[in-house]
């Protein structure tokens, strides 16, 4: 049974900053593409970033957050700076084994697993 766990989470005020990590469990795999989503206090879940071969970001964290991946130890993580308010949020993370097409990476329904999310709250 694989597990995905985020943690890393917390408040902070605008303009600092967060790691956000995943850790895969269960059995010792690499999965070939991994992402990041986030869902705002009634809103839908959006796409943050994504690593399938490449790696890409949503136009509203680009040059903010990094993605970046440590399959050794089955970890990803998301690093965010510059917060904003506009970034409050519940954070996933999701996986799926096999290759996928870059844009794809940007859907929910690309990943087979996810994290239970862990609360960014950004103050102003």
């Known amino acids: 049974q694989v597990q995905l766990v985020e943690s890393g989470g917390g408040l902070v005020q605008a303009g600092g900053s967060l790691r956000l990590s995943c850790v895969a469990s269960?059995?010792?795999?690499?999965?070939?593409?991994m992402g990041w989503f986030r869902q705002g206090p009634g809103q839908v879940r959006e796409f943050v970033a994504g690593?399938?071969?490449?790696?890409i970001y949503a136009d509203s964290v680009e040059s903010r957050f990094t993605l970046s991946r440590d399959n050794v130890k089955n970890t990803m993580y998301l690093q965010m700076n510059s917060l904003k308010p506009e970034d409050t949020a519940v954070y996933y993370c999701?996986?799926?084994?096999?290759?996928?097409?870059?844009?794809?990476?940007?859907?929910?329904?690309?990943?087979?697993?996810w994290g239970q999310g862990t609360q960014v709250t950004v103050s102003s």
């Open positions: 999701a996986a799926k084994w096999g290759r996928t097409a870059i844009s794809t990476l940007r859907t929910a329904d690309t990943y087979a697993y």
């Open positions: 269960g059995q010792i795999i690499n999965f070939y593409a």
């Open positions: 690593s399938g071969g490449s790696t």
